[in-house]
């Protein structure tokens, strides 16, 4: 016999107000996943520890439930007609794209992570500031497997394969690691475009 199990959506927001909000600030960054049986008890349980694999997050910044705001979202968006896949992305959509929130699908435990890599002069383009080349990127990978996967070719953006240095340690350090890809984006393009006032020549994207 075939058990159903007890799959529900849930929501809630970080509760570390001191970790990093590249995109906005003032609001709260909202976490959306599927558990199994109540989803008030499965926040409890990551932020006790008790989840494997998915309470590492919750453990060290907190998870905050914020159930009432996916029951007031429009009940089309969790219809029973819908797979959970379905349901899953039209309220992570709705979230996003009429409400403007920042959702992180992956409870807190996947990391992205800005990386500076500088280049040598012979790229095919004169340097335009003071400084040298530069690349900017952003990854789920550790900085410098990141780095490794330009050298090798694999992925990788061509000027860095073949112009790479070395990572530029000083200017990673200045950029937080962030849980979403939307905010890794919005970091990325903002470390170009200061590293560019700062007349650093930047390839980035």
């Known amino acids: 016999m075939v058990v159903q ?22 609001r709260p960054q909202l976490v959306l996943g599927w558990c199994e049986g109540d989803p008030l008890e ?5 932020n006790k520890g008790k989840v494997p694999y998915q309470s590492a997050f919750a453990v060290e910044h907190g998870i905050k439930p914020r159930m009432n705001l996916l029951e007031s979202l429009p009940d089309h968006l969790t219809s029973e007609t819908k797979t959970f ?3 899953s992305g ?17 409870w807190g435990n996947v990391i992205y992570t800005v990386y500076v890599i500088d280049l040598s002069d012979d790229v095919p ?28 070719g694999d992925k990788a953006n061509n000027w860095v394969t073949k ?26 393009e ?5 590293l560019e ?7 980035w994207g």
């Open 5 to 26: 199990r007890d799959w529900r959506l849930g929501l809630g927001e970080y509760a570390d107000a001191a970790l990093p909000r590249p995109v906005d600030p003032d």
């Open 42 to 46: 499965y926040i409890e349980r990551l």
């Open 85 to 87: 896949k379905e349901q």
């Open 90 to 106: 039209a309220v992570n959509d709705y979230l996003v794209n009429q409400l403007g929130y920042v959702v992180d699908r992956n």
């Open 125 to 152: 383009k004169a340097r335009v500031g003071p400084n040298g080349w530069i690349y900017v990127g952003q990854t789920v990978l550790t900085r410098e497997e990141r780095y490794q996967e330009h050298v090798d």
């Open 163 to 188: 112009h790479h240095l070395r990572l530029n340690e000083e200017l990673c350090d200045r950029y937080p690691q962030v849980r979403t890809r939307v905010e890794a984006m919005a970091l990325e």
């Open 190 to 194: 903002r470390a170009a475009a200061e």
């Open 197 to 203: 006032e700062e007349g650093w020549s930047v390839k």
